[in-house]
């Protein structure tokens, strides 16, 4: 049970993750006006230039949720872990 | 001219030093970041995206941004199983994957097909976009023979250090690539508004012009912000190429060549970098509007192409611009080069030794993929300089429809194996057929051409979309529908030579291979079965 609970929080929380930044970014009508301008841009520029670091910040939180999560799974398997000279020490521990 | 070439010779003489050898070693997360920038981030997006913003406005150039936001949260769900797979396997196309998963050859041939004929008019964009900046350049006179002399010449290298090379040389030469375009973008961004009066007057001359009548079709030039009815089109642009995007064979080898499955999904989260890059290198066609640029081209038409060469040879220092048209030349050179490559892989895997020859050696497989590469790059130079340049333009905007719908035998093949291999052909059959036609209708009001753009109404509706996307949900419905019917029928399934675990493997798990012996390999799919 407690395997189970640990598992999936990290896959759903990524998906949501991920779908929110396929999403959000399309909805057009949200972002499609011209004000309020920001250092001379309208509003649709800005914001969605925005979405750019929005995005990597989102998709940069699942990776880190499914790669612990990736890890424990390898590690439960008898798996090395292939990222090992790179990978960083605070998550080794676990 | 000098100093791209000896740039571009220096490249080739270090990858002569080991040729696939090196390039086989496998892809750490940064080499590629730039081997996927390098690729997906070509000379004809720099002259195109601001291009389509000078000439119509945001519909068409500004969707570029989230498409590319979109794109990689996309390709971290789905990529790192193509990874897995691929290397357990020995796949190194896409094609390859279909095959082995299907095991239908017809399925595979329809990919691989799909695949070359999506990348030949790509191929002959990066040259019409270097034939832009030589353009601007002042190379080249009013007769034919000159006037593409400097393009002939820029071909040569291309395929020479592609020959000798294969795909270590793109990878280094996208570093100076990208470092040069990254100066030249920076640069541009925090000078040319200081020049030209600031964001607000740009954005301010921009909306002027796209409110401005069209007078060949009286409705405005473009769009500043789009309206009610652009809305579909705006996202569907920018999903559906999204969704494309990684379908382009040459995706797959730079993402292949990666180390560990997890270099992939790092590359996600950080390949966004380009996409703020590419944002702000679309308002430089806004930059091009407010400078009032001149576009018209040695045969004196206008040519929107021409926006953001002219507007560097007008607002910089010729030294400065010579930098810049250096890195939009190299820009065109990385991309081509790793194209090329994988039009001839898909040639050599999945028809030469599928079809032609089962027993080739992995030598004369090395042989026929290197020559193919070579037709490959001489057919895109017969396109560009024999035809009408807006043919390449048409094609490539039908490559877009066409790679889209292979989505459904891929992406779908890695989680599910309950489409059917014959409705997943059919689908894509009617398709491909739907798309091209569907892109054949639309005629451009002003010249009365056909291939007029990449947006077409909805069946039975008023709202324009873009067509890859209309096709695509038509090939979904189409794969649906016959999949119960086929299953009904008992027609027979196909042997799938993959197994569930393939999808997570990674790095040091047993039968993974690295690079270098999947390219030895020969494709295991076809070995095995």
Redesign the interface.
Known sequence: MSRLSAVRPAYWISGVLLVVAVVVPLLVPTYAKADPHLWGFPFFYWYQLMWVFLSAILVSISYRLLRAEERRRRAAQGLGDPDAPDADTEEAGR | MGFMASRWRSAGHLDNLDEWGLGGRSF?TFVTWFLLGGDLYTAYTFIAVPAAMYATG?ISG?FA??Y???A???V??FMARLWSVSHRHGYVTPADFVSGRYGSKALSLAVAVTGILALMPYIALQLVGMQAVFETMGLGGNNTLAKDLPLLIAFAVLAAYTYSSGLRAPAMIAFVKDFLIYVVILVAIFYL?HVLG???S??GAAQEKMAKTNPATGKPTGS?????A??VS??TL??GSAMALFMYPHSVTAVLSTK???VV??N???L??Y??LL??LA?LGFMAIKANVNVKGLDGLANPQLAIPRLFDQEFPSWFAGIAFAAIAVGALVPAAIMSIAAANLFTRNIYRAFIKPSASPAEEAKVSKLASLLVKVGALVFVLAMDKTIALNLQLLGGIWILQTFPAIVVGLYTRWFHRYALLTGWAVAMVFGTISAYNVVNPATKKHFGGSLANIPFTNTPAYIALTAFVLNVLIVIVLTFVFRALKVPDGQDTTHPTDY?A????PGVKDLPEILDDGGAATAKS
């Not at chain 2, 990674?506 to 798990?509: F, S």
């Open positions: 750490g945001a500004f941004v989230p590319t936001i979109v990689y949260p996309i971290f769900v508004p600031g964001w607000d740009i954005f500043f912000i789009p309206g009610n652009g809305y705006y996202w920018g999903l560990t499955r997890n999904r790092r996600a989260a950080i966004p970098a996409s703020l944002g702000l308002l997570l990674d790095r040091g798990d």
